[in-house]
């Protein structure tokens, strides 16, 4: 049960650490000054959200996330998230397919073979469905998440300044809202396809607080961190390396991968809810429905990076918003109709 348990952990990790989290500029959108509060706040919903999205998805035994949108909003409204999950899926995958190659381009990979280069690992992580995708995270979650922890944590604890009135002022603790919100999309399109591969109850538990706990600490010691760089962000699309510019260059070149693998489980969790959904529609086998996608997705490989992060994102987290209340009053909602 417990590992198991481990195993949906890192897979809602993945799926929410990608590219945008990964290189800060997620975190920065979002918080940044009086966001102590916020960040809290945030780890609290996040974690009733993936117990909540799970839960149901044991329940019902669902493969794809119509039948959890279902259950949560009856059929009139989940048929208008489904059309914005299919969009921001859509989206974000081709974005990150983007932001792979173009993270590529730091080892001189020109920006086309990159993008090649991960279409095709994308391809063959479809092939092996969700076990492919929960044993990639199962590798690369942890190693990113200590290496991400330490730089941050070094980072903190040599310029960050915490004072003890910083808690006084916490205006910023909307932001909270939002950000779980947009995070929410991608959870319920992933976790959704998880019911029937969950074996007990305890791993629901194990995996949402978690989750919580461990992207809680990570966005305090990253917006902290941020902070204390504010003057040198700007100067950087990925606000990460301006944490890391005193750092060594193959300190840098490991994060950089780093960075290339969560963009990369990103791509491959929006690939996987989204071949996942669509093959409810077009009975085709997973892994063909996958290379069409990536077919069409490849020619909006050009819209870039920090346009989806500056733009797509917070108009995201905005129309989640409902969605959110839904998933934190449903549990109340089951009680009172038993």
Not at 50 to 70: D, G, M, P, W
Not at 135 to 153: D, R, Y
Not at 256 to 285: D, H, M, Q
């Amino acid at each position: 049960m417990i590992a198991d348990g481990l195993k949906w952990m890192f897979l809602i990790i993945g799926t929410t650490i990608g590219a945008g989290y990964a290189s800060g500029r997620e975190i920065w959108q979002f918080f940044g000054h009086e966001s102590g509060l916020a960040i809290f706040i945030f780890s609290i919903l996040f974690m009733i959200c993936c117990y909540v999205v799970l839960k149901i998805s044991y329940q019902e035994q669902t493969e794809n996330y119509s039948a959890v949108l279902s259950k949560l909003m009856g059929p009139r409204f989940s048929k208008g998230y489904d059309v914005i999950i299919i969009i921001y899926l859509f989206t974000t995958t081709g974005i990150m397919v983007a932001g792979g190659g173009a993270a590529l381009e730091y080892f001189h990979v020109p920006f086309t073979a990159g993008i090649l280069f991960m279409a095709v690992l994308l391809f063959i992580v479809s092939i092996r469905g969700v076990k492919g995708l929960t044993s990639l995270n199962s590798v690369l979650m942890p190693v990113l998440i200590i290496s991400l922890g330490v730089i941050l944590f070094t980072f903190f604890w040599i310029h960050a300044d915490i004072q003890p009135g910083n808690w006084k002022s916490q205006s910023n603790w909307t932001s909270s809202l939002t950000f779980t919100s947009l995070n929410l999309l991608p959870l319920v399109a992933v976790l959704s396809a998880t019911g029937k591969q969950i074996k007990h109850t305890g791993e629901i538990w194990i995996a949402s607080v978690g989750s919580g706990l461990i992207l809680g600490g990570v966005s305090f010691l990253y917006n902290e961190s941020l902070l204390a760089a504010a003057e040198d962000i700007m100067l950087y699309e990925i606000p990460l390396f301006a944490l890391l510019e005193t750092y060594p260059s193959m300190v840098t070149a490991f994060m950089a991968v780093l960075l290339w693998t969560a963009i990369f489980t990103t791509a491959a969790s929006g690939l996987f809810g989204l071949s996942s959904r669509l093959r409810t529609i077009w009975p085709i086998p997973t892994w063909v429905l996958a290379a069409l996608l990536l077919c069409v997705i490849l020619p909006f490989t050009e819209l870039g990076f920090s346009r989806l992060i500056a733009f797509l994102y917070p108009i995201y987290g905005v129309l989640n918003l409902y969605l959110l209340a839904v998933v934190i009053i449903h549990p109340f909602f089951l009680n009172k109709k038993l």
